[in-house]
Nanobody, 128 residues
Framework: QVQLVESGGGLVQAGASLRLSCAAS????????MGWFRQAPGKDREFVAS????????NYADSVKGRFTISRDNVKNTVYLQINSLKPEETAVYYC?????????????????????WGQGTQVTVSS
């Protein structure tokens, strides 16, 4: 199975940018569709973005379209989430996840239940 480790979080001011990374080990990243989710204090985990195993198709939550970009480098076994124009309400723990059985090549999963493996998360805190 694959192990996932996120990095790149931190404390930033509103409007700042961050690039989160998710490094995979144990199995080639190309075996999986990948997703990013986040969970704010007291709230449910929510979908942010996903990308298919080839990096050719992506899905985004409506709230992040135009500001977040998911990408992947299967040679480096890493998935990225570029976050721009951060908002205080986007303070959360950001998780990456791997889907070993994608259902739709053209539309990577947005439902957390379809992901089999999860990282430990990286904290993003946005001050106003």
């Amino acid at each position: 199975q694959v192990q996932l480790v996120e990095s790149g979080g931190g404390l930033v001011q509103a409007g700042a940018s961050l690039r989160l990374s998710c490094a995979a080990s144990g199995r080639p990243l190309s075996s999986y569709d990948m997703g990013w989710f986040r969970q704010a204090p007291g709230k449910d985990r929510e979908f942010v973005a996903s990308i298919n195993w080839r990096g050719t198709f992506r899905n985004y939550a409506d709230s992040v379209k135009g500001r977040f970009t998911i990408s992947r480098d299967n040679v480096k076994n890493t998935v990225y989430l570029q976050i721009n124009s951060l908002k205080p309400e986007e303070t959360a723990v950001y998780y990456c996840a791997a889907d070993s059985s994608p259902r739709n090549y053209y539309s990577p999963a947005i439902d957390a239940d379809e992901y089999d493996f999860w990282g430990q998360g990286t904290q993003v805190t946005v001050s106003s």
